[in-house]
């Protein structure tokens, strides 16, 4: 009862918490570009707060740095279920210019924790942002509440 | 009692550790902890040729991507002993101004989102767009432009695409002061960043303050003085101001918007014509640059063989002025909400800043106690 309750509530509310886990932070300002009034992310029930305790979406920017390598399974553990993680991105996906020879990058970042969904672009623009937040958000949100953990 | 805020945080957009010395709600003394989005660019760009080394350098940094890469390409035409053609010279400058405009704006909004002003916030967000447009429609990307090549720019700019540029700015310009006014003269915003965060000018030269944070505290320092162009085409003047504090660093920023939007529209009237792109071919040697970034000075040292980059550094700005926010400006504050917001008005931009760990010969992080004792890892 009290899970789809929360279920229904949490469609229309989505928390987000962005993790730069080291990227250049261009996809970390296209993010902040969004809560713009042009955009305006509110309007449509998100809201960026950068909490992992409270979020319901995670945003993962960045290639997975030395030190994201076991913060970022504990970060994601902290965040209560169900949870949808988005990558924002070529850093993720792939490690974009950083991943070569000699670097200190780990990506992609579904090696580390399960990836919903994939946004390639570097950085993408705010607009995909958006809609891949949307098309994932309270569908995905909702599907994985009623299952049992 | 020691209270740790970030790496993640709702008052944070980067991932940075501030660890604050508290007394009630007093800090008494603060320490900054870096290394989360460190991805050892430096090493990688070492032995790659210098045309893939400057989309490397694009990305040390998203909110001044730009200035990275001029600084790279003028750094090996400095090698070459050339110039690019006036036309890229000023097309230079106008990206460097937008990207100015752009990285301030969103410098300033962070802080009135650390100070709780929602309604700046979003004006901040709201003027900003119009030259996100600008800048797409001059080099075709928001943000990782790669516009610069060595040797001038990409392609040229249309006449039309110039004389929309300079709509938006003049419609920017004429918005503009209708906001400066609100933060200059609102009584409250007043009393939330008035001597809050000072910095002495003596402070500043010690601990040295570059960009808006050193003029912020009186250091009448800019390196666009210095640029050839910036020099001898445009008539401009370096802002600064005395008091040292938040609003002082704040008022900084957006006085020096006003001037980058006189330089915009000088460069739009006067652009010569010409070629935008001039070959030119790198022989071995060392060279260094330095240009104002938005955040300061950042300055690039490199070797090259005529073919690999052998040895390149980087400094940023924003590793002088996290310092000295650690250091002067987070003693003795009077709330830990004033704290973040103090480290919010140094506009603070960790992933330029993180291309360096110490290690000791362990393989231990340490502190850095002086250059004497560094070995480069191999
Ligand atoms: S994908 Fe590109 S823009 Fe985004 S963080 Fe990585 S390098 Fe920066």
Request: charged share 25%; net charge neutral; aromatic share 8%.
């Amino acid at each position: 009862m009290l899970d789809a309750l929360k279920d229904v509530v949490r469609k229309s509310s989505i928390h987000v918490c962005l993790i730069n886990t080291g990227g250049c932070n261009g996809c970390d300002i296209e993010v902040v570009a969004l809560l713009s009034p042009r955009y305006d992310l509110e309007q449509y029930g998100i809201y960026v707060h950068n909490n992992p305790r409270e979020a319901d979406v995670l945003l993962i920017t960045g290639a997975v740095c030395e030190q994201w390598k076991e913060n970022l399974q504990r970060i994601y553990s902290k965040a209560p279920e169900p949870k949808v993680v988005v990558a924002i991105g070529n850093c993720p996906l792939t490690g974009d210019v950083f991943n070569q020879e000699g670097s200190s990058v780990y990506a992609p970042v579904s090696d580390f924790i399960p990836v919903d969904a994939e946004i390639p672009g570097c950085p993408p623009r705010p607009a995909e942002i958006l809609a891949a937040i949307l098309a994932v958000g309270p569908d995905a949100i909702a599907a994985k509440g009623r299952q049992k953990p | 009692m020691i209270l740790p805020i970030g790496p993640i945080h709702p008052g944070l957009k980067e991932p940075v550790r501030l660890k604050l010395k508290t007394q009630g709600e007093k800090v008494i003394s603060a320490e900054i902890d870096f290394g989360y989005v460190h991805r050892g660019i430096e090493r990688v760009m070492k032995g790659k040729t210098w045309q893939k080394g400057i989309f490397l350098s694009e990305r040390v940094c998203g909110i001044c991507s730009y200035i990275h890469t001029q600084t790279f390409a003028e750094t090996f035409e400095k090698i070459a002993g050339e110039r690019v053609p006036l036309r890229a010279q000023y097309l230079r400058s106008l990206t460097n101004e937008l990207d100015r405009i752009q990285s301030h704006f969103i410098a300033n909004s962070t802080y009135f989102k650390a100070i709780e002003h929602e309604t700046l916030f979003m004006y901040m967000l709201h003027l900003r767009e119009p030259v996100m447009d600008a800048i797409e429609l001059l080099t075709g990307n928001r943000v990782n432009m790669g516009w610069n090549v060595v040797g001038g720019v990409r392609m040229d700019a249309e006449e039309k695409h110039l004389n929309s540029i300079y709509q938006i700015i003049t419609n920017l310009e004429a918005e503009y002061d209708k906001y400066v006014e609100m933060f200059e003269e609102g009584p409250l915003l007043g009393l939330r960043s008035k001597d809050v965060g000072k910095m002495s000018k003596k402070d500043a030269i010690k601990g040295r303050a570059v960009g808006p944070i050193g003029r912020g505290s009186g250091l009448k320092h800019d390196v666009r003085e210095d640029h050839h162009t910036y020099k001898d085409e445009f008539d401009w003047k370096v802002i600064w101001r005395k008091e040292g504090d938040n609003y002082a660093r704040t008022m900084n920023r957006f006085d020096e918007i006003s001037e980058s939007i006189k330089i915009i529209k000088q460069v739009i009237e006067n652009i010569p014509p010409g070629d935008v792109r001039k070959k030119i071919k790198i022989p071995a040697g060392y060279a260094d640059w330095r240009n104002e970034a938005p955040r300061g000075e950042v300055a690039y040292m490199a070797e090259t063989n005529g073919n690999l980059i052998q040895n390149i550094s980087i400094r940023t700005p924003s590793i002088m002025n996290i310092d000295v926010c650690g250091k002067y400006m987070l003693q003795d504050v009077a709330t830990v909400a004033d704290a973040v917001a103090t480290y919010a008005s140094v506009d603070p931009c960790v992933a330029c800043t993180e291309r360096v760990i110490i290690l000791n010969e362990k393989g231990e992080k340490t502190e850095f106690d002086g250059l004497h004792k560094v070995k480069y890892l191999q």
